[in-house]
């Protein structure tokens, strides 16, 4: 059998060791690659930026542990930010796991040096107000009283009694939204009621299938901006000078990107160059 | 190497290992790590749903309006329906219920209309403004604006695609030519979201790698 | 003339409150800046009837004169002469303000609807402020038809129309064509296939729940596989994901199995809960596929990640592959790696191309009118664009 | 009684749907919010029925001893221990440190990820094996795809030139086609709502 057929015929655990390797290799190396920032990544950043200090943030995390490689750095990434702008953060989730996931990403922070000096309370800096069920309905609640749509914090605590919640009835009273979407509900419905509906300034981050197809949203008072897989949390952590998970995972991906553009090339290349016989036999 | 002391991440590891022995093939191992898996995950979103949905919805709401009513009797308590009202989402649900009995199983169609029923009128309306009518407003652009090349591919694009997804003509003569061209617009979207798609998965294994030679086995960073 | 003293003795009375005593005299009567005037307060249009809006003329010191206005605070009462509370507040150079409210009886901030309110408006400087004359009352009531939504109460009811009418036709025979579909010529010779060979068929009806459009389309197609496969004696296997869709699965067969004249060979254990979990299933799936080597596979319905080991394990197991769904980050790898593929709407169409009733071919024409009115619009609005006849552009504009 | 009651709700729950988005009047935004939450309970329920099909179907066959009634029984035990440990402790079972939440951390977790994870080595076989430039399509796909992947290899003085046709391929002829795509699946999911709420689709009902 010729060398094409026998390449043809690469038994598939091949394949998948090539990448394992592929993967694994790079992230021994400290490379801190380049990485090129893109416009929509900086609109969320420069809304960030420009927050006066005590400006009130929510963030909705709605996705679950399959996507936390992509979204976990983007919310890390967003929390620090935050913290060291002295901005007060508003957690919450659309999908039951989001505001566990959102408290690992606290506990990373927090305990960064420079945020730790802050030492900043829960419910006066930063308040989880945990899942509800109901999808798009809470946003839509939310615009008319948050109150209503969560009646208690994740911990079960009333929101009347949380010093930072004090002052926010709705969207008015929030600065800027940002929701962190792998599917639905995602970033589409936020755009429909929080934006379209109640005028709140929001961003996003988006896992790499969902990113594309938000960017007809972008723009027109509807998404300031949206970060899009690995590559958008490695933007962001360039943008705030903080290089972390995003840019050494960036690496790995461009080494495991080349070697599937490579197989692609390969399987064609053998493809065609059988095509004769096979037409034959 | 100093592999971590948590019995939490071991587990994790050795799991996530007997997940990856189904690439080289299906082995006692893997099915283990699945079984395992299916009755964690059915366990875990039972508990889930019901605490965050039945109780907090359903228990707590219904509670509320009983109190209403032994507090304030009968004519308060009637009146304060917005919380006791939330039974009939209850009865609906043990409507459901009845069909694991062959005999008395068709009471059950009765709430499984009532949820085909409420999202059907909720779909006509949501697909008909958000896929419909607003992405018509979007892509009404203008040919004469500073950007009017992309302008014309989008509605160009937009208006062969449409022309490919339409049933009552047969594709050929310039008809077909048009919607050869839309099928090839689409074709572009779906290489791009594979495109896409691969960085997510990508991601997705970088991720494991990471909890396995890093949190796991501390080889890295 | 009651009236007129009761009116002026409130002057007074107020004007204590809007001058307290210490900062009245100190301040010069040049330094006040003017008060709003002609202060109205109405129902906020197309609402729940919760919310008063307030609307009044800036006052002459706003952007002019001495300009020394920062902000307009916006009091309420339940009576002329009752106690102001603070509502709002609204920066200088506006001249509108929504008051709402809440519809929850318990909630604090409940605003009742038909209830008259009193509103008066504070224009601010630095320390600063003069008081509008009070509003004649507003209440606040609930419309019946929101006229923002125009557009889309147009568009229900041309869809409505178009659909409707075709069905009619249909009903009375006309023929009505459809362009043939080639993932669904493909079904036939797919189940032959099946057939020759003494393999099972596998169907999967995707992660979608029993109202979702695409498991909907998915049922259509089943209960027509089904039919054949009871004609052929082949077994069918559709391990399921969601409760309600087994049953509706195992009915749908159930009934075909009837239709086609073979009841006895129907078994109900072939349509079988395999688990809600998204990749237990794809695994569960990927163990049957293995293990029963099925001639032909079909995914048709809602499908997410799992999409692509599917379609991957299949073709290892030799099988041909149908699969169809309306989620677009999933198409790319069916048609990647499975032999025909329903895009998006041609899974919804093929439901009406393969049941070939008269009723399911009338909506998909009423479908196909809706997108000619579509494409028409979308030529039009080019041209309006381009020439800037705002007007045309308005008719598709949608208040939420 | 069985069958014309049942589509009877569907067309009344249905057309109100339908109507309340028109009438923004307090009641009907009342009935709307009710709906809308007694459908998440009745999920519930419906939860409850996948649950007892699964243990059913489970111990059916560790009874019968059929071949792996071993993973079957691990599968009840896995689900009763998480049911267990769920409810026992009551509400406080979800917050973070209870064993319910360790058993998400360090079994649901992990093992979905590496679930997801699979893709990656399948989408690296299917690239190989399955991503032929057979057709004229086909090719489309492929060249556009290829030319997203590279957005992320750094490929010097390439990249710039790639990073813009990247970027024209996203914004231009991908948001062309999924106006169309969406366009197109919007008026069919309107088509087939329409259907199910005058009665004239009642696969989803099935036949007694």
Not at chain 1, 87 to 105: D, F
Not at chain 2, 6 to 12: A, F, M, N
Not at chain 2, 150 to 168: A, D, K, M, Q, R
Request: with cysteine; hydrophobic share 50%; proline share 4%.
């Amino acid at each position: 059998m010729g060398f094409f057929e026998r390449l043809l015929k690469i038994d598939r655990r091949i394949i998948f060791t090539l990448i394992a390797i592929a993967i694994a290799m790079p992230l021994f190396f400290d490379v801190s690659m380049y990485v090129e920032t893109t416009s929509e990544v900086r609109g969320v950043f420069t809304a960030v930026d420009t927050l006066s200090a005590g400006s009130k943030v929510l963030i909705s995390f709605d996705f679950d542990p399959g996507s936390m490689p992509e979204l976990q750095p983007m919310a890390e990434s967003f929390f620090r930010h935050c913290f060291s702008r002295d901005l007060k953060v508003i957690v919450m989730g659309l999908w039951p796991q989001g505001p566990l996931q959102a408290n690992w990403a606290l506990d990373v922070i927090l305990n960064e040096p420079d945020i730790k000096a802050k030492n900043l309370q829960y419910g006066v800096d930063y308040v989880n107000l945990g899942y509800t069920a109901g999808n798009e309905v809470v946003i839509q609640r939310m615009g008319s009283n948050i109150h209503a749509a969560f009646p208690a914090d994740y911990y079960g605590t009333p929101l009347d009694d949380i010093p930072l919640m004090k002052g926010v009835r709705n969207f008015d009273n929030i600065d800027f939204v940002y929701n962190l979407s792998a599917g639905y509900p995602g970033t589409m419905e936020w755009v429909q009621f929080a934006a379209d509906r109640f005028r709140a300034t929001l961003g996003a981050g988006n896992t790499a299938v969902q990113a594309p197809l938000m960017y007809p949203y972008l723009g027109k008072r509807q998404l300031v901006g949206i970060l899009g897989g690995m590559k958008g949390a490695a933007e962001y952590e360039v943008l705030a000078q903080r290089p972390a998970r995003g840019v050494r995972y960036m690496f790995s991906q461009g080494i495991a990107h080349a070697v599937v553009i490579f197989f692609v090339i390969v399987g064609n290349v053998a493809y065609f160059a059988t095509r004769k016989k096979r037409k034959e036999s | 190497m100093h592999p971590s002391p948590d019995i939490g991440i071991w587990i994790g590891a050795l799991l996530t290992l007997g997940i990856f022995s189904f690439l080289y093939g299906d082995n006692p191992y893997y099915k283990f790590c699945e079984a395992l898996f299916v009755g964690v995950s059915a366990g875990h979103w039972f508990v889930t749903l019901f605490w965050t949905v039945f109780v907090a919805k359903m228990i707590r709401n219904v509670e509320i309006g009983l109190n209403t009513f032994i507090t304030q009797g009968f004519s308060a308590g009637m009146a304060d329906y917005v919380h006791w009202s939330y039974i009939f989402g209850g009865i609906l649900g043990f409507l459901m219920l009845l069909r694991l009995f062959p005999k008395i199983g068709w009471i059950s169609r009765w709430s499984l209309a009532f949820v085909v029923g409420t999202t059907s009128g909720l779909f006509f309306i949501n697909y008909l403004v958000s896929n419909g009518l607003r992405q018509v407003e979007k892509s009404i652009l203008s040919l004469g604006a500073e950007f009017w090349f992309g302008n014309l591919i989008l509605v160009v694009g937009t208006f062969c695609g449409l022309i490919y997804f339409f049933f009552s003509k047969e594709h050929k003569g310039a008809f077909g030519g048009l919607a050869r061209v839309g099928i090839w617009f689409l074709m572009i979207t779906f290489g791009a979201t594979f495109g896409y798609t691969v960085m997510s998965r990508m991601s997705l294994l970088i991720g494991r790698m990471d909890y396995l030679l890093g949190n796991w086995l501390g080889l890295i960073g | 003339m009651r009236k007129v003293a009761i009116f002026v003795f409130f002057l007074l009375f107020s004007s204590i409150f809007v001058f307290p005593p210490d900062k009245a005299f100190a301040q010069e009567e040049t330094e006040m800046p003017a008060s709003p005037t002609k202060v109205e307060a109405s129902d906020t249009p197309n609402d729940n009837g919760h919310s008063i809006t307030v609307k009044w003329k800036l006052s002459a010191d706003d952007g002019a004169g001495k300009n020394n206005v920062v902000v307009y605070e916006v009091l309420r009462s339940d009576s002329p002469e009752g106690e102001f509370e603070l509502r709002g507040m609204v920066p200088a150079g506006e001249s509108v303000f929504e008051d709402q409210g809440a519809k929850d009886r318990q909630s604090p901030n409940y605003l009742p609807s038909h209830k008259k309110f009193y509103y008066t408006v504070r224009a601010k400087g630095d320390g600063i402020y003069s008081d509008s004359e009070v509003s004649a009352p507003g209440y606040a009531y609930g419309q019946w038809f929101h006229t923002g939504k125009f557009p889309v109460f147009v568009a229900v009811l041309a869809f409505s129309a178009f659909a409707l009418i075709f069905i009619s036709l249909a009903r009375k025979g006309k023929k009505l064509y459809v362009r043939p579909l080639a993932g669904i010529e493909a079904v036939d010779e797919a189940i032959g296939r099946a057939t020759e060979m003494g393999k099972p068929i596998l169907y999967i009806i995707g992660l979608g729940s029993a109202d979702m459009i695409a498991t909907i389309a998915s049922f259509t197609i089943l209960s027509r596989v089904a039919k054949k496969t009871a004609e052929y004696q082949t077994p069918i296997l559709i391990p399921c994901y969601d409760a309600v869709v087994m049953a509706v699965a195992q009915e749908t067969v159930k009934a075909a199995y009837l239709e086609a004249g073979r009841p006895d060979i129907y078994k109900e254990e072939n349509v079988f809960f395999l688990t809600s979990m998204q990749f237990a299933y794809v695994a569960g799936v990927n163990g049957i596929m293995l293990r029963e080597r099925p001639a032909t596979n079909f995914y048709l319905g809602k499908f997410y990640a799992e999409s692509l080991i599917l379609a991957e394990t299949g073709s290892v197991a030799g099988s041909i592959q149908i699969s169809g769904t309306d989620e677009i980050a999933q198409i790319p790898f069916f048609v990647a790696a499975t032999d025909y593929t329903l895009i998006g709407e041609e899974l919804y169409a093929a439901s009406a191309y393969l049941g070939r009733e008269p009723v399911l071919l009338g909506t998909l024409k009423g479908q196909d009118w809706g997108k000619a009115v579509v494409i028409i619009s979308l030529i039009l609005g080019a041209i309006a664009a381009s020439l800037h006849f705002q007007f045309f552009l308005d008719l598709f504009r949608v208040q939420l | 009684m069985r069958r014309v009651l049942p589509f009877t709700i569907v067309s009344v729950t249905g057309f109100f749907m339908l109507v309340q988005y028109f009438i923004p009047r307090e009641e009907f935004e009342w009935i709307y919010e009710w709906t809308l939450d007694w459908i998440i309970v009745i999920g519930c329920f419906a939860m409850l029925l996948g649950l007892y099909s699964l243990t059913y179907v489970s111990v059916n066959k560790v009874r019968r001893k059929t071949p792996g009634w071993g993973y079957n029984l691990i599968a009840l035990a896995g689900l009763f221990f998480m049911l267990i440990v769920g409810f026992v402790p009551g509400q406080e079972s979800l917050v973070r440190g209870s064993v319910f939440m360790h058993l998400f951390e360090y079994v649901y977790v992990p093992v979905q990820a590496a679930m997801f994870s699979l893709l990656a080595f399948y989408i690296a076989s299917a690239a190989y094996r399955a991503f032929r430039a057979r057709t004229v399509l086909a090719t489309i796909l492929l060249v556009s795809a290829v030319i997203i992947m590279l957005r992320l290899v750094p490929l010097g003085p390439l990249s710039g030139i790639n990073q813009w046709l990247a970027n024209f391929i996203l914004t231009v002829p991908n948001m062309a086609a999924k106006r169309a795509f969406w366009i197109g699946v919007g008026l069919g999911a309107t088509a087939t709502a329409l259907k199910i709420m005058l009665g004239i689709e009642r696969t989803y009902m099935g036949r007694d």
